[in-house]
């Protein structure tokens, strides 16, 4: 039974989103992502297998060799999740802004 994890996950480690940021720029292959990194290539393709597996990267075979591209409709997963917390926030300073230009220069 392969374990499928979810995009949350995913995202949770730093490298795993140092490596969305990379392919977000342009399709790579995995040894062009590896030597971005001082780890091993097999510790990098571990976290390209989790990303893969999470369906954030797809893959594209040209030829001999295998880019891996983005997937934007996952990342618009994470994006629903988080905006409604960012709406909250965003008020929440919003009001703090216009609480703090009410109030006298001389604090």
């Not at 977000?24 to 393709?45: D, K």
């Not at 891996?68 to 409709?73: F, R």
Request: charged share 25%.
């Amino acid at each position: 039974m392969k374990l499928r994890r979810d995009v949350f996950q995913a995202i949770a480690d730093p490298t795993r989103r140092t490596i969305i940021s990379l392919v977000a720029l342009q399709a790579m292959t995995p040894g062009a992502i590896a030597e971005e990194f001082n780890f091993s290539r097999q510790t990098v393709s571990r976290h390209i297998q989790i990303l893969t597996e999470c369906e954030i990267l797809k893959q594209e075979q040209t030829g001999r060799e295998i880019y891996y591209h983005l997937n934007p409709e996952k990342l618009k997963v994470i994006a629903e999740f988080i905006e409604p917390y960012r709406k909250m926030w965003d008020e929440r300073f919003n009001t703090l802004e216009a609480i703090m230009k009410n109030q006298p220069n001389n604090l």
